[in-house]
T-cell receptor, first 116, second 108 residues
C-alpha cells in the first residue's frame, strides 16, 4: 500500500453507536489531519497532529475524539453522533518542513459516514 | 478572518476555449496558496502552488496580493480538465483553509 489509506470507505451507524475511522499513511510524513466534507460546504479542518501531538483542534464537538498512536496512524473515534454529522471524512498527511511550512497535503479517499 | 472564496460553483466551457477559475482570499499575513483538483472517482490532489510558479497540465495561477486573488487559468481547455477545483490557503502552522470549490465542465 502506498499513499494515504482510509478504512472503512463507508460506514452507517446509529446515534448510540461507537465506531472508529482509521487512517494510515505510507509516505513517511510527520503531520496528519482530519477534514470534514459536507455537501455544499467547504472542507472543514477538524484536527491536526504533528509528531503525534495534537496541534490544531478546530472547535470540534467532543463526540469526535482523535487519536494518533504514531506518525503513520490516525484514528477518529465516534460516539453519540447526530444525523448532521453525516459527511465524507478525509484524512490527509504532510511533511512538516519547519518554519510553518507544511507543504503539500496528501489525501485519502475518504470515509463516507451516514448517521441514522 | 481567514477565508477563501470561489464565487463560481459551476463553470462550463467548450473544449479549446480559455478557462479561468476565480479565487479570492482574506488574510492579513503572507499567504501560501494552492490549487487542488479532484477528478471523478479520484482523491483530492495538489495541482499547483504559488511558490513554485510552475505550469501544470497547462494551468497557471498568479498571486495578486493587491487584489488578494489567485485565479487559475488555462488558455485551451481539454475535456480531461473536467473536475472539481479547490483553492486553498495555508496561513502558517498547519492550518489549510479550502474554498467551496468550482466544478469545471469542459464540453466537446
Amino acid at each position: 500500500e502506498t499513499g494515504v489509506t482510509q478504512t472503512p470507505r463507508h460506514l452507517v451507524m446509529g446515534m448510540t453507536n461507537k465506531k472508529s475511522l482509521k487512517c494510515e499513511q505510507h509516505l513517511g510524513h510527520n503531520a496528519m489531519y482530519w477534514y470534514k466534507q459536507s455537501a455544499k460546504k467547504p472542507l472543514e479542518l477538524m484536527f491536526v497532529y504533528s509528531l503525534e501531538e495534537r496541534v490544531e483542534n478546530n472547535s470540534v464537538p467532543s463526540r469526535f475524539s482523535p487519536e494518533c498512536p504514531n506518525s503513520s496512524h490516525l484514528f477518529l473515534h465516534l460516539h453519540t453522533l447526530q444525523p448532521e454529522d453525516s459527511a465524507l471524512y478525509l484524512c490527509a498527511s504532510s511533511q512538516d518542513l519547519g518554519r510553518g511550512n507544511t507543504g503539500e497535503l496528501f489525501f485519502g479517499e475518504g470515509s463516507r459516514l451516514t448517521v441514522l | 478572518a481567514q477565508r477563501v472564496t470561489q464565487p463560481e460553483k459551476l463553470l462550463s466551457v467548450f473544449k479549446g476555449a480559455p478557462v479561468e477559475l476565480k479565487c479570492n482570499y482574506s488574510y492579513s499575513g503572507s499567504p501560501e496558496l494552492f490549487w487542488y483538483v479532484q477528478y471523478s472517482r479520484q482523491r483530492l490532489q495538489l495541482l499547483l502552488r504559488h511558490i513554485s510558479r510552475e505550469s501544470i497540465k497547462g494551468f497557471t495561477a498568479d498571486l495578486n496580493k493587491g487584489e488578494t486573488s489567485f485565479h487559475l487559468k488555462k488558455p485551451f481547455a481539454q475535456e480531461e480538465d473536467s473536475a472539481m477545483y479547490y483553492c486553498a490557503l495555508t496561513t502558517g502552522g498547519f492550518k489549510t483553509i479550502f474554498g467551496a470549490g468550482t466544478r469545471l465542465f469542459v464540453k466537446a
